[in-house]
């Protein structure tokens, strides 16, 4: 007899689990839901800053956040937005290690170097030279981090910008001396002229040596160049 209960039971509940569906669906947590929420709020407001173009309310501190996903964002729309106050907080923002944002917070001191060129160029410069030559994790958007600083030297321009390519170009690292090359080229596109030192870098870079291989795009810049009959 309790054999026969049991199945009975066995039964039922078979039964009743088919009439109320075998899964149940968890509803979203509520926490997921806020912060999801959130994150678009945060997005919006980084958005109408940008199109606002101004970052005077931007507090200086704003990219020490923890949120890597609101931090990268941030750096991105002050480096377009490149005005007085974005520059000041980019620059704090240069001793961060996270590779996208300093990606964004070299191209956008770059891009605000105007009237600010002996400063900006300084600070990438030594950030620059602490930047590891191990490769670096891969950035957001396909960036280059090692690249974004040589480049961003380049916009700025003057003396000492054109010596640390210069110094990049006759570096130890292969990698390098190719993107100083490129970023020469940019110098040479803006300002058509570079120093009688600097073309001679670029030539002995073009020829290679034992220890390196010809770095071709020493060319580029080379082909940039004002000619004399001009």
């Keep these: 007899m309790n054999r026969a209960v049991a199945q009975l039971a066995t039964a039922a509940l078979l039964a009743c689990s088919k009439s109320s569906g075998s899964v149940q669906e968890v509803p979203p947590s509520p926490s ?8 678009a709020a945060v997005d919006s407001d980084i958005l109408a800053l940008e199109d606002a173009r101004q970052a005077m ?27 007085d106050r974005s520059a000041e907080i980019l620059l704090s923002a240069l001793p961060l ?10 191209y956008g001191l770059g891009f605000a170097c105007s009237g600010r060129e002996e400063k900006h160029v300084r600070a990438l410069a030594a950030r ?36 640390t390519l210069r110094a990049a170009l006759a570096g130890p ?12 080229g940019d110098m040479a596109a803006r300002r058509r002229t570079l120093s009688a030192d600097s073309v001679s870098a670029l030539l002995a870079a073009a020829a290679g040596d034992q220890a390196h291989p010809a770095v071709i795009p020493a060319f580029y810049p080379l082909s940039r160049l004002k000619a004399e009959a001009e």
């Design 32 to 39: 997921a839901s806020t912060a999801q929420s959130g994150s």
């Design 97 to 106: 290690d996270d590779p996208e944002t300093l990606s964004y917070v070299s």
């Design 173 to 184: 690292d292969d990698a390098d001396r190719t993107r100083a090359a490129y970023a020469l």
């Design 128 to 163: 620059y030279a602490s930047l590891p030559f191990a490769p670096l994790p891969p950035a957001g958007a396909g960036f280059d981090v090692r690249s974004t600083f040589l480049r961003a030297l380049a916009h700025c321009g003057g003396e000492l910008a054109e010596s």
């Design 57 to 83: 309310d931007v507090p200086m501190d704003a990219l020490a956040t923890r949120d890597l996903g609101k931090k990268r964002k941030l750096a991105r729309a002050l480096a377009r937005i490149a005005d």
